[in-house]
């Protein structure tokens, strides 16, 4: 079965500086990663995803990721967070493209914006 | 337009009782999960719908667990004789096609339960 780790439960970092939040999964034929993000007291929304192609994925709000195969990583970065970044966010793996299979979460990480 | 509902926001149960916890998807969406969310944890996979037909129902944690979306639309998830470990956010996501590449997961707010 798949599985996704994401290594920090929390992350306090300053206004404007850069941020990245690590996700390694385990490793399988066909993954597909996605990027949730979830707000206080609302539902996940989507960041950005990775299905094929380029490695390197652009998502909302400035945040990238970037898909590595070889050490079965997909890390999300900013270079430049705000204060409306606090927020929990959450990896996710899928073993097909397609919207009807369930995903596979990590536990999640909270990024703390410090004015 | 309107994005995926659930009803109620917050429940709190005494333990053994029947809850039963509502979603609206998003109109026209053919395939509806529901995951759990215990404090401090990722969402976990419960069951999934393809219209009224339910596909996958590996994750639901007891028989005690039941869901069902009659009409292909709203659907409700139900626990009987609710424990202490069910405490969680319940959430429900849904997404337009059955198997659409690219197809995008879009989540409700969550019900918080909480067994007393």
């Known amino acids: 079965a798949q599985s996704v780790t994401q290594l920090d439960s929390q992350v306090p970092v300053f206004e404007e500086a850069p941020v990245e939040l690590r996700c390694n999964y385990s490793?399988?034929?066909?993954?597909?990663l996605f990027w949730y993000v979830q707000y206080p007291n609302q539902g996940l929304q989507l960041l950005l995803k990775?299905?094929?192609?380029?490695?390197l994925v652009k998502g909302i709000n400035g945040f990238e990721a970037e898909f590595n195969k070889s050490q079965t990583s997909f890390h999300l970065r900013k270079p430049s967070v705000h204060i409306s970044d606090t927020a929990e966010y959450f990896c996710?793996?899928?073993?097909?493209?397609?919207?009807?299979?369930?995903?596979?979460f990590g536990k999640g990480t909270r990024l703390s914006v410090i004015a | 337009g309107a994005g995926v509902s659930q009803s109620p926001r917050y429940k709190v149960a005494k333990r053994g009782q029947d809850v039963a916890l509502r979603c609206d998807p998003i109109?026209?969406?053919?395939?509806l999960f529901w995951y759990q969310q215990a404090l401090g944890q990722g969402p976990e996979f419960l069951t999934y719908?393809?219209?009224?037909?339910?596909?996958?129902k590996s994750g639901l944690p007891s028989d005690r667990f039941f869901a069902e979306r009659p009409e292909g639309s709203v659907s409700t998830l139900k626990i009987q004789r609710t424990q202490q470990e069910d405490s969680a956010v319940y959430l429900c996501?849904?997404?337009?096609?059955?198997?659409?590449?690219?197809?995008?997961?879009?989540f409700g707010p969550g019900t918080r339960l909480t067994v007393l």
């Open positions: 996501a849904s997404s337009l096609s059955i198997g659409g590449y690219a197809d995008t997961q879009y």
């Open positions: 490793s399988s034929v066909s993954v597909y």
């Open positions: 990775y299905l094929s192609g380029s490695t």
């Open positions: 996710a793996v899928s073993d097909r493209p397609s919207g009807n299979t369930p995903l596979v």
């Open positions: 109109s026209g969406h053919v395939s």
């Open positions: 719908f393809q219209n009224e037909a339910q596909l996958d």
